[in-house]
C-alpha cells in the first residue's frame, strides 16, 4: 500500500518509554499500552488495508485526564490520534509511528436522561444502539442509525458526521445533537450548546461535528431523542432495470414524500444478499429498492398506496407492502447485512461512499458497470438512493497480486465520477486517509487552504490526526501568508454552484 | 458613505482585496439594526448580486445568489409544492422596514429558523453548499448540492449565523422541500403555565409528529389577530402537518391526549398563526426593546417569571416553550442582567432589537466564556486576518 504519512519523527520515537511514564503520571498506569501485541489491536480502523501500530495506546477515564494528557502532548509536540470503537471506514483513526492513540473506549457511561428536554447527555465511548436502548422503554430512540451501530461510538458518530438508513427524514448526526463538551489540543475544556437550541456564537458544534478528530477531543454529547413513530411500514419493489428504480426515486421524491429510509440494491448485492441471509428477495429483478413509511398509522397507509403506485409507474415489476412487523424487518434484515454478505462471496471487498444527485443514478450505474470491465473485478452496489448515497462493494481478493491496487484505483474513479455528475467524495464515511488525496477533485487549493486555515484556529501546530483529510500539511504560520488569487481548479469546466 | 453594490464575485474580491480599512456587509439591509451597531463605513451591498440560478425539485435543491430576496424563493418554490422547511422568520417589519424585502443570504448569515426548527432544524441544517470571498479577498467554496456530505469541514455551519464577520457569501446551495398539504392547530384555551409547558411536553413527546409548539400569554393573545383569541385567556398552540386525513386523525388523538377546553386553526388560518410566531408580528408595531431567548424547553416558565418581572415587558413563547420572544420597554443594564441570569444555567439570550445606544451598551448576543471567546477570535483571524468584514458586529472584541 502506498499510502504517504507525515515523516515520523524519530527524535519523538526514541523517547518512547519516557513519554509513556509521563502518560502512566497522568492516568491509571494500567491505561497506558506499549506491548507491541496489544498494540496490534489498535493498527487499523475498519479501513483494514492500511495498518500502523501506534507509538503508545492511552486510555482516559475522565475529562480532566484527557485535557492533561493533550496538554503534555502539547508541550511536548506528541501527535494525538483520537479513536472511538474504531470502526470508520476511512481510516480517520489510523494511527502515528509517532504517535498517541487516544482511546475513548472507557467512557461508556449514559450521564443523564432527560425525557421532558427530550434529549440524553453521554459519555463519547457510548455506542450510537446504546443510546436507543437507555430511552425505547419510555418510546424515544436516537434517529441516526449506522449499520454500524451495536460498534460504532456516538464520539465518532460526531467526529464523521455519520448517517444510517433512517437519515432522510431524521437528518444525520449534526442535525441530531445539541451540545458538545471537547478538550483543545492545549488542554482547554470548552462546553458547546446544552439542551438549547443553536449554541449561540458561531456555530462550533456544526464545525466540529464531521471534523473527523482534527479540531478536538470529544469528551462529552448531548443528543436529541424523538418519540417513536406511531407506525412503520416498508415496501418491497423489484424493476426490471436500474433505470427503473432510479425513476422511481426521483419520482416519490418529486411526488412530496420523504420516505424514512429508501434503499437501492442491485442484483449482484441481491443475490449475495439473498444467499445469506434469506430475506425473501425477488431473484429475477435488476434491482430492488426497500422503501419505509414511518408515521401516523392513517398518514403511513395513505403513502405507502402512493409509493406503490409510483413504483408501477416507474415499471416495477415486483411489490410486496410489509404485513406486520416481522415481515418489515425481514426486508431490512437483507439491506443490513448486505456488507457480511458481501464478505461471503468475495474474499474481500472495498466499500465506497459517494453520493449523487439522485437523477444520476441510473447513469453512474451504467458507468461503474463499463469499469468493470476495465478493471477486471466487480461490483455490488448496496445504497441510501433516497439521498443518493452510493455504497458500491468492489470485490477483489488482497491475496492475488495487484488486485487490491486495482480496487483502489477502481474506487478512486468511482468517486471522481460523483463529483463528475454533481456530487461529492464522501456521504457519511469521511475522508481520512482514504480520500484524502482525491481531495482535488473537488476542492481548489484555496478551498482546501481556508479548511486548513479553520484547523490552525483550533490546532496551530497540527498535533491531533495530522495526515488525514488535507492532501498537504501546510503550517499555519505558512497558510497565513499564503494568498492565491485566482487559484487553481482541479475540474475548470465545472460550475461553482 | 459609500455604497458598493457587488454585481460579481470578481467584483466582491476586487472589493475586499482593495479595502484599506473595515467594511459594513449587507443583503438587502432589512436588519441592520440587529447586532452591534455599526459605525459609519463604506457598505457592501449584495442586493445588485440576486436571482435563483437553478432550481431542481426533484432533487431538492435550489442554487441562488445572494440577494435573492426569500419572498422569491418562497413564491418559486410553492409553484412545485415546495418550500423552505426551516420558514425563515420575515423580520423587515419588526425593525421597521417593508415586509418580503429580506434576502436570502441575510436570513442565513443570521441563522434564523422558524417554529419548525425543533423538527426541521435551522438555516444551518439548510445551507448545503456555498462559494464566498473571505476577508482575505479570496473566492473559496464549501459544502456541494447534496445533503449527505462529508467531504471536508461543514463550513456551511460556520457560515450559518457569522454575521458577515467571515466572508460574504456569493452563491448559496439551499434544501427545498415538499410542502405540507395540509396545516391545523390546536389551540388550548386558558391553560396556566404549568399546564401548558405540561402540554407542550406531552404533546412532543407523543407520536403525533406535533411541528410547532408554542404558548401565548393573555396579553398578547389579541396581538395574535384570531377573533377567539380576544378573551383574556392563555394560548397554548400545537401544529400539526400533513395530509389531510392523517392531520384528521393525529388531532383527534392529539384533542383526546390532552382534554380541555379548545379550538382549531384550518391551514390558511393556521398558515397566518404561524407567520406571525415566527416573523414576531405582535411586537412588530411597538418601540419596545425584543430579545431572543434559547432555553431548554422546560426552562421556558423561569424565563417567562423573569420577563413578569421586569414592569411593562411581555413574552411569547415558540419552539416547545424553549424560544421566548420577549418584548421589555427598558432595555436597560438591569433588564439585561435579569434575563442573562435566566440563561446562565444553559441558553443564550440575544438583543435583537434596541436602539442603537442600547445595542452598543448590552452586549446583543450572548457574551461568550473566555476560552470560546478567544477560539471564535482565531477563527475570524483566519478567514478576516485584516478585520475588514463586520468587525464588532458580533462581539466588541471578536467581531
Ligand atoms: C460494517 C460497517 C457499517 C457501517 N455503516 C455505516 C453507516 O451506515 N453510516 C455511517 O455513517 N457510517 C457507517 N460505518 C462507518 C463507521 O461506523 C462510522 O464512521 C462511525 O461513526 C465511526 O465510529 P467509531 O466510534 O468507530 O470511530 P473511529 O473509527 O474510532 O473514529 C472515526 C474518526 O473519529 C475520530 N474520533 C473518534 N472518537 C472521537 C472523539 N471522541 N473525539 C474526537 N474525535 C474522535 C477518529 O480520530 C477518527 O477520525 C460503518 C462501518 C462498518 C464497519
Known amino acids: 500500500m502506498t499510502l504517504c504519512m507525515p515523516a515520523a519523527d524519530p527524535a519523538v520515537m526514541v523517547r518512547r518509554a519516557s513519554i509513556a511514564e509521563a502518560l502512566r503520571g497522568l492516568v491509571p498506569p494500567a491505561n497506558v499500552i506499549t506491548e507491541e501485541e496489544t498494540l496490534r489491536a489498535y493498527d487499523s480502523d475498519g479501513l483494514t488495508a492500511y495498518r500502523q501500530p501506534p507509538m503508545i495506546v492511552v486510555l482516559p477515564e475522565t475529562t480532566a485526564q484527557v485535557s492533561a494528557i493533550l496538554k503534555y502532548c502539547a508541550r511536548e509536540g506528541i501527535k494525538v490520534v483520537p479513536r472511538g470503537s474504531g470502526t470508520g471506514l476511512s481510516g480517520g483513526a489510523l494511527p502515528l509511528a509517532d504517535g498517541i492513540t487516544l482511546g475513548l473506549g472507557k467512557f461508556k457511561r449514559i450521564l443523564e436522561i432527560d425525557y421532558p428536554n427530550r434529549c440524553i447527555r453521554a459519555q463519547p465511548g457510548v455506542t450510537n444502539l446504546a443510546l436507543t436502548q437507555a430511552v425505547q422503554h419510555a418510546g424515544f430512540y436516537y434517529a441516526p442509525d449506522?449499520?454500524?451501530?451495536?460498534?460504532?461510538?456516538?464520539?465518532?458518530?460526531?467526529?464523521?458526521?455519520?448517517?444510517?438508513?433512517?437519515?432522510?427524514?431524521?437528518?444525520?448526526?449534526?442535525?441530531?445533537?445539541?451540545?458538545?463538551?471537547?478538550?483543545?489540543?492545549?488542554?482547554?475544556v470548552v462546553t458547546i450548546g446544552g439542551k438549547h437550541l443553536d449554541a449561540g456564537?458561531?456555530?462550533?458544534?456544526?464545525?466540529?461535528?464531521?471534523?473527523?478528530?482534527?479540531?478536538?477531543?470529544?469528551?462529552?454529547?448531548?443528543?436529541?431523542?424523538?418519540?417513536?413513530?406511531?407506525?412503520?411500514?416498508?415496501?418491497?419493489?423489484?424493476?426490471?432495470?436500474?433505470?427503473?428504480a432510479g425513476i422511481c426515486v426521483s419520482a416519490v421524491i418529486a411526488g412530496g414524500i420523504i420516505p424514512a429510509g429508501m434503499e437501492m440494491m442491485d442484483r449482484p448485492a441481491i443475490h449475495a444478499v439473498e444467499n445469506f441471509v434469506h430475506a425473501g428477495y425477488p431473484l429475477d429483478v435488476e434491482a430492488i429498492l426497500i422503501v419505509e413509511l414511518d408515521g401516523p398509522p392513517s398518514e403511513v397507509e395513505e403513502l405507502i398506496?402512493?409509493?406503490?403506485?409510483?413504483?408501477?409507474?416507474?415499471?416495477?415489476?415486483?411489490?410486496?407492502?410489509?404485513?406486520?412487523?416481522?415481515?418489515?424487518?425481514?426486508?431490512?434484515?437483507?439491506?443490513?447485512?448486505?456488507?457480511?454478505?458481501?464478505?461471503?462471496?468475495?474474499?474481500?471487498?472495498?466499500?465506497?461512499?459517494?453520493?449523487?444527485?439522485?437523477?444520476?443514478?441510473?447513469?453512474?450505474?451504467?458507468?461503474?458497470r463499463e469499469m468493470e470491465t476495465r478493471f477486471g473485478l466487480s461490483v455490488a452496489n448496496v445504497f441510501h438512493a433516497?439521498?443518493?448515497?452510493?455504497?458500491?462493494?468492489?470485490?477483489?481478493?488482497?491475496?492475488?497480486?495487484?488486485?487490491?491496487?486495482?480496487?483502489?484505483?477502481?474506487?478512486?474513479?468511482?468517486?471522481?465520477?460523483?463529483?463528475?455528475?454533481?456530487?461529492?467524495l464522501t456521504g457519511e464515511h469521511g475522508v481520512g486517509v482514504e480520500k484524502r488525496d482525491l481531495m482535488p477533485a473537488m476542492f481548489n487549493d484555496i478551498d482546501l487552504a481556508q479548511q486548513q486555515r479553520l484547523k490552525c484556529a483550533f490546532d496551530p501546530e497540527g498535533l491531533l490526526n495530522p495526515g488525514k483529510v488535507f492532501p498537504t500539511l501546510h503550517r499555519c504560520a505558512e497558510l497565513g501568508r499564503m494568498h492565491v488569487h485566482g487559484g487553481k481548479t482541479a475540474f475548470a469546466g465545472l460550475p461553482r454552484f | 458613505m459609500t455604497n458598493i453594490s457587488i454585481a460579481s464575485e470578481a467584483h466582491l474580491v476586487e472589493a475586499i482585496a482593495s479595502a484599506t480599512g473595515p467594511l459594513n456587509v449587507e443583503g438587502r439591509g432589512t436588519k441592520r439594526g440587529f447586532g452591534r451597531p455599526a459605525p459609519s463605513r463604506p457598505t457592501l451591498s449584495l442586493a445588485g448580486l440576486a436571482g435563483v440560478t437553478a432550481y431542481e425539485p426533484a432533487e431538492?435543491?435550489?442554487?441562488?445568489?445572494?440577494?435573492?430576496?426569500?419572498?422569491?424563493?418562497?413564491?418559486?418554490?410553492?409553484?412545485?409544492?415546495?418550500?423552505?422547511?426551516?420558514?425563515?422568520?420575515?423580520?423587515?417589519?419588526?425593525?421597521?422596514?417593508?415586509?418580503?424585502?429580506?434576502?436570502?443570504?441575510?436570513?442565513?448569515?443570521?441563522?434564523?429558523?422558524?417554529?419548525?426548527?425543533?423538527?426541521?432544524?435551522?438555516?444551518?441544517?439548510?445551507?448545503?453548499?456555498?462559494?464566498?470571498?473571505?476577508?482575505?479577498?479570496?473566492?473559496?467554496?464549501?459544502?456541494?448540492?447534496?445533503?449527505?456530505?462529508?467531504?471536508?469541514?461543514?463550513?456551511?455551519?460556520l457560515m450559518a449565523g457569522s454575521f458577515g464577520t467571515l466572508a460574504v457569501m456569493t452563491a448559496l446551495s439551499i434544501k427545498a422541500l415538499p410542502a405540507p398539504e395540509k396545516v391545523r392547530t390546536l389551540l388550548l384555551l386558558g391553560l396556566d403555565r404549568t399546564a401548558a409547558w405540561e402540554a407542550m411536553v406531552k404533546a412532543l413527546s407523543s407520536g403525533h409528529e406535533v411541528s410547532g409548539a408554542g404558548f401565548v400569554p393573555a396579553s398578547l393573545a389579541p396581538a395574535f389577530g384570531e377573533e377567539r383569541l380576544s378573551s383574556g385567556v392563555t394560548v397554548t398552540a400545537l401544529r400539526l402537518e400533513g395530509t389531510a386525513r392523517s392531520v384528521a386523525d393525529r388531532m383527534t388523538a392529539l384533542r383526546a391526549l390532552l382534554g380541555g377546553r379548545s379550538e382549531e386553526l384550518h391551514t390558511a388560518n393556521s398558515r397566518t398563526f404561524w407567520k406571525r410566531v415566527g416573523d414576531v408580528q405582535p411586537f412588530a408595531g411597538d418601540n419596545r426593546a425584543v430579545w431572543r431567548i434559547s432555553v431548554p424547553p422546560t426552562r421556558g416558565p423561569d424565563i417567562a417569571e423573569i420577563v413578569e418581572s421586569i414592569p411593562g415587558a411581555d413574552a411569547y413563547f415558540d419552539w416547545g416553550g424553549a424560544l421566548a420572544w420577549a418584548a421589555v420597554p427598558n432595555a436597560d443594564a438591569k433588564s439585561a442582567e435579569a434575563i442573562r441570569t435566566g440563561v446562565a444555567a444553559?441558553?443564550?439570550?440575544?438583543?435583537?432589537?434596541?436602539?442603537?445606544?442600547?445595542?452598543?451598551?448590552?452586549?446583543?448576543?450572548?457574551?461568550?466564556p473566555p476560552s470560546l471567546a478567544a477560539l471564535e477570535l482565531r477563527i475570524k483571524q483566519q478567514f478576516d486576518p485584516r478585520g475588514i468584514l463586520n468587525p464588532g458586529r458580533m462581539w466588541a472584541e471578536t467581531g
Open chain 1, 146 to 188: 449506522p449499520s454500524s451501530q451495536i460498534a460504532c461510538s456516538i464520539g465518532g458518530n460526531v467526529a464523521e458526521n455519520s448517517g444510517g438508513v433512517h437519515c432522510l427524514k431524521y437528518g444525520v448526526t449534526s442535525n441530531n445533537i445539541l451540545g458538545l463538551e471537547a478538550v483543545l489540543i492545549d488542554g482547554t
Open chain 1, 201 to 244: 456564537g458561531y456555530d462550533l458544534l456544526g464545525v466540529m461535528t464531521g471534523s473527523e478528530g482534527l479540531l478536538a477531543v470529544i469528551t462529552e454529547v448531548t443528543v436529541r431523542i424523538l418519540p417513536k413513530p406511531t407506525a412503520a411500514k416498508a415496501l418491497l419493489l423489484g424493476f426490471p432495470s436500474n433505470e427503473a
Open chain 1, 305 to 368: 398506496a402512493r409509493v406503490a403506485a409510483l413504483a408501477r409507474e416507474a415499471g416495477a415489476c415486483y411489490c410486496r407492502i410489509s404485513a406486520n412487523e416481522a415481515e418489515r424487518l425481514a426486508f431490512w434484515s437483507g439491506r443490513k447485512n448486505a456488507f457480511p454478505a458481501a464478505g461471503r462471496i468475495s474474499p474481500d471487498y472495498y466499500c465506497m461512499d459517494g453520493t449523487i444527485p439522485r437523477g444520476a443514478l441510473a447513469k453512474v450505474l451504467a458507468r461503474i
Open chain 1, 386 to 424: 433516497g439521498d443518493g448515497n452510493l455504497h458500491p462493494l468492489i470485490l477483489y481478493d488482497a491475496n492475488k497480486p495487484g488486485e487490491l491496487a486495482r480496487a483502489e484505483a477502481f474506487g478512486a474513479e468511482i468517486l471522481k465520477l460523483c463529483v463528475e455528475v454533481g456530487g461529492v
Open chain 2, 60 to 157: 431538492l435543491v435550489l442554487d441562488v445568489k445572494p440577494g435573492t430576496t426569500v419572498a422569491e424563493i418562497t413564491r418559486l418554490l410553492a409553484e412545485r409544492n415546495q418550500e423552505l422547511a426551516f420558514e425563515p422568520p420575515d423580520l423587515g417589519p419588526l425593525f421597521g422596514m417593508a415586509p418580503d424585502s429580506g434576502s436570502i443570504g441575510g436570513a442565513i448569515a443570521c441563522n434564523l429558523a422558524g417554529p419548525r426548527r425543533f423538527k426541521a432544524g435551522g438555516a444551518r441544517d439548510h445551507l448545503l453548499g456555498f462559494s464566498a470571498v473571505s476577508g482575505r479577498g479570496e473566492a473559496f467554496k464549501a459544502g456541494g448540492r447534496v445533503v449527505k456530505n462529508v467531504t471536508g469541514y461543514d463550513l456551511c455551519k
Open chain 2, 346 to 368: 444553559g441558553g443564550h439570550a440575544t438583543l435583537v432589537r434596541a436602539p442603537d445606544e442600547i445595542r452598543a451598551a448590552v452586549a446583543p448576543f450572548q457574551p461568550l
